[in-house]
């Protein structure tokens, strides 16, 4: 037994969908989530000042005592990739569990969807091409994404033309497999099935429920609890994170500072 | 005779779009713009937030010798309101020149555009009944323009839906004055005016450009600089510098830590 929480870092608030699925799948577990509200997006930022803000909030997280340490944000974990452990606690990224979870598919192409630096940094690709050199990946920015999520236009008009626009090389291309490759992608979830049809999604959260069980670290005690502490406060955000969340019930968000 | 440059506070590139009318109508001024990009976007910040950015900013253009400084950023003018000089140095924001311009178009109404922060500050709004209280003001917070004009999505489908989604009111109440409260919407002015027909736009370069006229400042020599520096550097913003900036010719990008 160790009730110690498990910590969770996103750029905002896109990775309490990722909370959403680990708190569901591990209810015995407390966690600690931060996100960095006052300097999001991380995704059009370079690595170094990702590195940099990112170093701050694992920090935060150590402090914390959590027992492990899961960097919910893609463009954040792409500056992670490969280290297993931040000043001795065990960290995970996303990227690794999501490159080994599409390839269990089994198509011959797997799409990979993420902000620009998530991209750019061609993170899931080459891990998936170390892991299976034969699949082919093709990456797509999908920079509307996030922002249409984050105002609450979804399942419309609107979020129908953006998908389109980003994804329609997938759907004539017959690709089987997609990353949904950010944490705020499976809030658009079934808009993208309505446009791609049959296809599998791979979304973070039930990939990193895996990812954490592998661990076995010392599961927690009865009685847990779920803090969010973010490093901004505005009225939207507490919105979002409720519309986030949803239906699990969600506290006060915490304001820190880094 | 002064060659001191003026400075310019955007939290990003858009302000470029001020400065570019700044350096038409001023051909002898020099200028120093700094662009927060490492930390954008202001617009869903809370004010004390913005505050703290915003000083270190305004101080890093003090170091640079500058005879004035513009906060070209709306949600960033809203918190400086009312304040004449920074540490001594002339300060001028947005919002003050924007409400007097707009009330000079002489409609009963006008309609005020901006971030979520620009909207609830209600500093247009306040700002204007102050000067005219019989005007009645209409606040929009838009907040995807910003993305779309950053994405280059403009002037298609996808514009024109979101255009309508925020102002069909402004359309159906036949508002004869907006005021485009954030430096990127400049970008989508022939969309807005298409949508709307026939309209007053208030655009915050020409406001500025009478501002600093009357301000009285000694002006600077025939051989001017510009200077444009960034929090950080992507290749993302060095091609929207570009693109913002047409025809103007723009050097490279100074990359400053704060």
Do not use: W
């Not at 959260?205 to 592998?214: H, N, P, Q």
């Not at 973010?230 to 009225?235: A, F, Q, R």
């Amino acid at each position: 037994m160790n009730s110690r929480p498990i910590g969770i870092f996103d750029s905002g608030l896109g990775g309490l969908t990722v909370l959403k699925v680990l708190a569901k799948n591990f209810p015995n577990e407390s966690f600690v989530y931060l996100g960095d509200i006052a300097r999001l997006p991380y995704g059009n930022k370079s690595p170094e000042t990702i590195r940099k803000y990112g170093d701050q909030i694992l920090r935060f997280l150590k402090d914390q005592d959590v027992k492990a340490m899961v960097i919910a944000c893609n463009s954040a974990s792409t500056v992670y990739l490969g280290e297993k452990f931040f000043e001795g606690i065990p960290l995970l990224n996303v990227i690794e569990p999501g490159a080994r979870a599409a390839l269990e598919k089994g198509t011959s192409t797997i799409a990979v969807l993420g902000t620009s630096a998530t991209i750019r940094s061609h993170a899931y690709e080459q891990t998936i091409k170390t892991l299976s050199s034969k699949t082919t990946v093709v990456e797509i920015a999908c920079p509307l994404f996030v922002p249409l999520v984050e105002e609450g236009v979804v399942h419309n008009e609107i979020t129908d033309l953006v998908i389109k626009r980003y994804l329609e090389k997938v759907k004539a291309d017959k690709i089987g497999t997609v990353i949904l490759g950010c944490t705020h992608y499976p809030v658009l979830a079934d808009d993208i099935r309505k446009f791609l049809g049959n296809v599998n999604l791979v979304e973070s959260g039930e990939v990193l429920t895996r990812e954490l069980k592998s661990l076995n670290i010392p599961s927690g005690s009865g009685t847990r609890q779920i803090r969010v502490c973010i490093t901004d406060v505005t009225d939207h955000f507490e919105r979002l994170a409720k519309e986030l969340m949803a239906p699990e019930r969600l506290g006060p968000l915490e304001k820190i500072v880094l």
